[in-house]
Each structure stands twice: as structure tokens, then as C-alpha cells.
């Protein structure tokens, strides 16, 4: 009985911080979206703010970086479970097939490349983020 209050007590905080993480990235979210309009709107000839990237000091920067770090504590943790599961289900494919190590690599190589953590770049749309690695004909290129 005790276990299950405290579960649930457990549960519960956990769904305020996960609240508190979305909150963070609806109000950084916004500010980012409305930096990068200012950036594309601003003509050629005049030089350009600093991003957010160059200036980690200032408010966006250190909201991008917060953004990103709690965005990485779950999709890293999903994308080690999938890359976990696609090591398994290749080791099954290469033992299924008598050692055929193409078919498990077609398995290995996309569940296991990717990014594996959530970069401000990829929040701001300058680098795309990867969950799924390339196959092995196509190299993943950083």
C-alpha cells in the first residue's frame, strides 16, 4: 500500500517537471521562432545581430541551451532504447540468417547512428536532427 503512494507520489512529480520542461520550451520556443524571423528579415548590407549561438550569455542563448538539454534527457534516453532494440534485432536477423552480415547491418547501422543529442543548432533549424542513421549506402554526413 505504501509502494503504491509512493508511486504515485513519484508519478506526479514527475509530470510537474515534465510540465515545467514544456513550459521552457513553449516560452524559448517563441522567442527563438520570432530571433530567427528577425534574422531573415534583415537585409544583406546591414550586418546582422549576433545569433543566439554566438552570445551563450545572453537570454536566448541560455534558453536555447536549457531547451536543449531538457530535450535531450528523454529523446536520448528513446533514441539509446531504439539503438538498444535495433542491436538486438540485428544480432537476431545475422543469427536467423547464418551469419549473413549485410542483413544485420541494414539493421544495426540506422537504429544505431543518429543524433544522439538534441544540439541548439537543430532547435533554430540550422542542422536537421537525425533519429534514424542513414544506411550503409549513403554515409550520415555532420
Not at 552570445?55 to 532504447?81: D, F, H, M, R
Not at 543529442?117 to 549506402?137: N, R, T
Request: proline share 6%; aromatic share 8%; net charge negative.
Amino acid at each position: 500500500m505504501k509502494t503504491n503512494r509512493f508511486l504515485r507520489a513519484q508519478a506526479g512529480r514527475l509530470l510537474l517537471v515534465e510540465a515545467a520542461f514544456c513550459m521552457l520550451l513553449v516560452v524559448t520556443g517563441g522567442s527563438v521562432q520570432a530571433h530567427v524571423e528577425e534574422l531573415s528579415e534583415a537585409s544583406p548590407s546591414r550586418p546582422s545581430n549576433p545569433s543566439p549561438l554566438s552570445n551563450q550569455s545572453s537570454p536566448e542563448g541560455v534558453g536555447l541551451q536549457l531547451a536543449s538539454w531538457a530535450l535531450t534527457v528523454p529523446y536520448g534516453a528513446a533514441k539509446i532504447a531504439y539503438a538498444i532494440g535495433g542491436g538486438i534485432v540485428g544480432g537476431l536477423a545475422w543469427a536467423m540468417t547464418g551469419g549473413n552480415m549485410e542483413v544485420a547491418k541494414s539493421i544495426w547501422i540506422p537504429s544505431m547512428t543518429g543524433d544522439y543529442i538534441v544540439l541548439p543548432q537543430h532547435l533554430i533549424g540550422e542542422d536537421h536532427l537525425y533519429f534514424v542513421g542513414e544506411s550503409a549506402e549513403k554515409p550520415h554526413v555532420m
